[in-house]
């Protein structure tokens, strides 16, 4: 009641007698939901890449991380190694941890996270002055690393959401679908934005150039479930 006078979203689970349970963010622009008596896999494939692509976009830790490898790496190949590495670790820690093959509880994963940005933002510095290290000569092995620790945050998440019980592979599959998505199209913007500032040949003062690298190192983390802490 009395959410639509708000700027406050709503996560919304709903278990029902069969042991199906669907998951909802509710907005105030649209503060209700529709329940349906069962859901076919069409609809639980489109709500679980919906769910994967919400955690991806509200997961600044896991956005930094990846902003991080895009500023580490600038060969273009050497790039889609390192996230096509760091893609390939968090889906396996994903689904390991998901179907309670893992089980570690959440804040070593949040330290580790945290840490992981930290790392990258003292190495992009590194690679700025001239310098040279395991992650600036071989980024994809440190991507998949710390892709492995990233995998259980997003497990976290995938956790707090629910799985229907009789679509848990179908679920799990396309909310990783989902969170590959996000990324991408994140990776994509933020390259994107890069080709533009070239073109146009802006000179940034030396200051400002830094800032990106900056931002990486000291951003505070905002824990493992973006979703679910909304």
Do not use: C
């Not at 930094?64 to 670790?89: D, E, H, P, Q």
């Not at 229907?164 to 799990?172: F, G």
């Amino acid at each position: 009641m009395g959410l639509q006078a708000t700027i406050t979203d709503v996560l919304v689970r709903v278990q029902v007698l069969d042991g199906t349970s669907s998951t909802t963010l509710v907005h105030p622009s649209r503060p209700w939901i529709e329940v349906a008596t069962s859901q076919g896999p069409l609809t639980v494939a489109q709500a679980f890449v919906a769910h994967g692509i919400q955690h991806i976009l509200f997961g600044v830790d896991h956005l930094l991380f990846v902003f991080g490898l895009l500023l580490l790496v600038k060969n273009r190949w050497m790039l889609v190694k390192t996230i096509t590495s760091f893609t390939l670790a968090h889906s396996i820690t994903l689904t390991l941890a998901t179907l309670d093959y893992i089980n570690i509880p959440s804040p070593p994963i949040e330290a580790g996270i945290a840490l992981s940005i930290l790392f990258l933002g003292v190495e992009i510095m590194r690679a700025w002055r001239g310098g040279s290290s395991l992650a600036i000569r071989h980024p994809w092995i440190v991507a998949f690393a710390f892709g492995l620790l990233h995998g259980l945050g997003f497990a976290t998440g995938l956790k707090a959401i629910g799985l229907p019980q009789s679509d848990i592979a179908l679920a799990l599959f396309f909310f990783n679908v989902g969170v590959e998505l996000g990324q991408l199209g994140f990776v994509i913007v933020v390259l994107l934005l890069e080709r533009v500032i070239r073109l146009l040949r802006v000179r940034w003062p030396r200051a400002i150039e830094l800032v990106p690298a900056y931002t990486v190192g000291v951003w505070p983390p905002s824990g493992p479930s973006s979703v679910s802490s909304r």
